[in-house]
T-cell receptor
Framework: EAGVAQSPRYKIIEKRQSVAFWCNPI?????LYWYQQILGQGPKLLIQ????????DSQLPKDRFSAERLKGVDSTLKIQPAKLEDSAVYLC??????????????FGQGTRLTVV | DAKTTQPNSMESNEEEPVHLPCNHS???????IHWYRQLPSQGPEYVIH???SNVNNRMASLAIAEDRKSSTLILHRATLRDAAVYYC???????????????FGQGTTLQVKP
């Protein structure tokens, strides 16, 4: 089966600019996650969707970050305006069900963002 | 969120077994123990998971202590391609309000020497 697709793979922007990342999860997966991974650290969960509804966005900096998952399939994560500390890899993952502890999550390759 | 503790780094020789420990003393009865690994410049990938019994798959084995307060990921014969960061995660999806999220810690960086 096709994996989780993310684009772009790399992005360089200047601070105060805006940027958007796109994720296409595995077909049929209801749960979608966005993570931020700063160099040398483990991934940090930003937001979790169940279908097109937000389940958890407690770690999302809502003054500058936004995310949507229209129609419960693809998702977009946006940063506006970007800060230097937003430089990180942004990972998207999907899972078939959030209610089953024995299901695995599948991750995309990530988008490496550099803010200069 | 239930917390896990892992050593920051470990070394192994190629073709030898590797035992990666994880402590999770505050584990609840409904937490599943998941292991993921992250190769350089890749997204994390699933390795194995278990609830109470030991588990085996083509990648690894998972040994779970009887009291479930610790677990060990076992790579039977390490190869150079196993060099990665290994994350031990507790995933609880029971009860209302639980979201099934995967919370990553710092993980264990495994170095494999030829």
């Amino acid at each position: 089966e096709a994996g989780v697709a993310q684009s772009p793979r790399y992005k360089i922007i200047e601070k105060r600019q805006s940027v958007a990342f796109w994720c296409n999860p595995i077909s049929g997966h209801a749960t979608l996650y966005w993570y931020q991974q700063i160099l040398g650290q483990g991934p940090k969960l930003l937001i979790q969707f169940q279908n097109n509804g937000v389940v958890d966005d407690s770690q999302l900096p809502k003054d500058r970050f936004s995310a949507e998952r229209l129609k419960g399939v693809d998702s977009t994560l946006k940063i506006q305006p970007a800060k230097l500390e937003d430089s990180a890899v942004y990972l998207c993952a999907s899972s078939s069900s959030r209610r089953r502890g024995d299901t695995e999550a599948f991750f995309g390759q990530g988008t490496r963002l550099t803010v200069v | 969120d239930a917390k896990t503790t892992q050593p920051n780094s470990m070394e192994s020789n190629e073709e030898e077994p590797v035992h990666l420990p994880c402590n999770h003393s505050t584990i609840s009865g409904t937490d599943y123990i998941h292991w993921y690994r992250q190769l350089p410049s890749q997204g994390p990938e699933y390795v194995i998971h278990g609830l109470t019994s030991n588990v085996n798959n083509r990648m690894a084995s998972l040994a779970i202590a009887e009291d479930r307060k610790s677990s060990t990921l076992i790579l039977h014969r390490a190869t150079l391609r196993d060099a990665a960061v290994y994350y031990c995660i507790l995933r609880d999806v029971a009860g209302s309000g639980n979201t099934g999220k995967l919370i990553f810690g710092q993980g264990t960086t495994l170095q494999v020497k030829p």
